[in-house]
């Protein structure tokens, strides 16, 4: 697999019923972590609080994480008391969560300002009530949030009643007005329900007749009672995320090219690109890097991943930190295939880059596809160094499960072409161990295979002659196409069995 070469690839497949105080705790980044550890210490910072000990615990056994065994220790034989604990650890991230986030979540800042309005309103302080309510409209105008601003005014209205200041006329006015522009966009939603229908109902658009946006001109056509709405530039954008988002689920990267090439040609003729819009920009040229690249146009990927680092500098730069990770990877991913030297040359300057350093998948992006890169210059011994080092990380245990495994697959790979059979023993025991149920999953039963082929290997003297050895590789090495294996596995599984053979 061309590892980050369509964002970070992260396999989490699990047909258990989901664990929600385990998945909570395994979304969280460091930051959130420290911040929660700060929440929970507000009250008490005692070394044996019991729901601080429930949280490392599961953090640190994650998918592994028994209940039985932190629940004995803890209580006993008292179960009531430990799923109280469990409750209160739940609600207790679930505040901390909100707290943190409340800033960055413009929509729950504002209900948070129209709750405090009522929490002053019942204990009879009206001006500071309205003052909230004042704070909550101008927040909501801001993001031109109509569903807000509907509630919020609606609140000022049934406040004027105890509060004679209000003009009322003016705030009718407002609320008539917000009602036309609320009506406007619940009609785009409509419209948008049936592109999307549209959309997920006719399958492989590169290869039928209609394109893509033959398909959402007709849906136009036949839905919009309002012809002013097409050519809305919000209705457009919230058009460019459903498909592009949908085309890409369904991995029609030739159908997506097109779309996304006209799109910003037509975006950029009709000058829908603002500052208000500016992040759809950078995602657009974002996803056209890596559609470019997924059709095999290394030379106009690069091309776009320039346009997209010009763009990263508009409006003063205020989102070149966010995407400047994309902007990276789109140069690792074609520079890996048609200039290798100069591939580990981003990377490198990448490690040293501050805004790089700070992300939660730094270690991932710098040492997988370093290592990557590595094997494919038959440079093994570079390629398993650098495996090691990423498996030594503290955040390798923050990525999913199944994508540690893969990574641990691939240096079981580089090890064995580097000959180290004592190394692979001990790994296989390690792995076998430590990823126990994923490996009990049908869902891994491929990499299962390969584990038990490779273990069988550093015990054979001649391959040629171990005809059930063989039998074994042929069949692994064909149970998926070439480039289905080369999505999901760190090193293609396909390609290497058969280079055995």
């Known amino acids: 697999m061309q590892i980050i070469r369509f964002f970070i690839y992260i396999l989490a497949v699990q047909n258990k019923k989901m664990n929600i105080l385990l998945e909570i705790i395994n979304s969280l980044d460091k930051e959130e972590i420290r911040f929660y550890k700060l929440f929970a210490g507000r009250t008490n910072s005692g070394d044996t609080r019991k729901d601080i000990l429930l949280f490392d615990f599961i953090k640190q056994n994650r998918e592994e994480y028994n209940e039985q065994i932190i629940s004995d220790e803890l209580y006993k034989d ?4 430990f799923y109280q604990l469990k409750n209160r650890l739940y609600k207790e991230l679930n505040k901390s969560m909100m707290l943190q986030h409340m800033g960055k979540e413009k929509d729950i800042f504002i209900l948070h300002l129209v709750l405090l309005s009522r929490i002053y309103k019942r204990k009879g302080k009206v001006e500071l009530s309205f003052h909230y309510l004042k704070k909550a409209e101008k927040e909501a105008e801001n993001i031109e949030s109509y569903e807000l601003l509907s509630i919020i005014y609606s609140e000022i209205l049934t406040l004027s009643y105890d509060m004679v200041s209000i003009n009322v006329e003016q705030y009718i006015l407002k609320k008539r007005t917000n009602n036309e522009q609320l009506s406007w966009n619940q009609e785009i939603d409509l419209l948008l329900a049936a592109v999307l229908y549209k959309i997920k109902t006719a399958q492989n658009f590169s290869k039928n007749d209609e394109s893509v946006n033959e398909i959402l001109q007709k849906t136009l056509d036949d839905f919009s009672k309002n012809k002013k709405i097409p050519k809305s530039p919000k209705f457009r954008i919230k058009v460019y995320q459903v498909v592009s988002r ?3 689920q369904q991995h029609d990267f030739d159908a997506l090219e097109v779309y996304l090439i006209n799109t910003y040609k037509e975006f950029t003729k009709d000058k829908i690109f603002t500052k208000s819009n500016h992040e759809q920009k950078l ?7 890596n559609c470019l ?5 290394y030379k106009q990927s690069l091309a776009y991943a320039g346009i997209l680092k010009s763009s990263m500098n508009e409006h003063d730069g205020f989102l070149k930190d966010k995407y400047l990770f994309y902007y990276y990877n789109s140069l690792v991913i ?6 290798k030297n100069k591939a580990l040359g981003v990377l490198k300057e990448a490690k040293n880059n501050d805004v ?6 730094f270690s991932v992006f710098i040492y997988l596809n370093t290592a990557l890169i590595y094997y494919d210059q038959e440079k093994l011994s570079l390629s398993a160094k650098n495996l090691s080092r990423l498996m030594l990380q503290d955040d390798f245990v923050n990525i999913g499960k199944s994508f540690q495994l893969k990574i641990h697959i691939a240096e079981l790979i580089v090890r064995y072409d580097l000959n180290q059979t004592d190394v692979i023993d001990a790994k296989i025991q390690h792995i076998k161990k430590s990823y126990a149920n994923l490996l009990k999953d049908d ?7 390969l584990i038990e082929i490779i273990d069988s290997l550093i015990y054979c003297n001649n391959l040629t002659t171990d005809k059930k050895l063989l039998k074994k590789i042929t069949t692994l090495s064909v149970i998926i196409t070439e480039k289905q294996a080369d999505d999901i596995d760190v090193i293609n599984y396909n390609v290497w069995l058969k280079n055995l053979i």
Do not use: A, E, V, W
């Open 78 to 81: 008292n179960k009531n008391n």
């Open 246 to 248: 949908i085309l890409l």
């Open 283 to 289: 995602t657009m040229l974002s996803y056209l890097t």
């Open 293 to 297: 690249f997924k059709t095999h146009k």
């Open 334 to 339: 074609n520079y890996s295939l048609s200039d």
């Open 356 to 361: 790089i350093q700070n992300l939660p998948t």
């Open 443 to 449: 869902n891994f039963n491929r990499d299962k295979q």
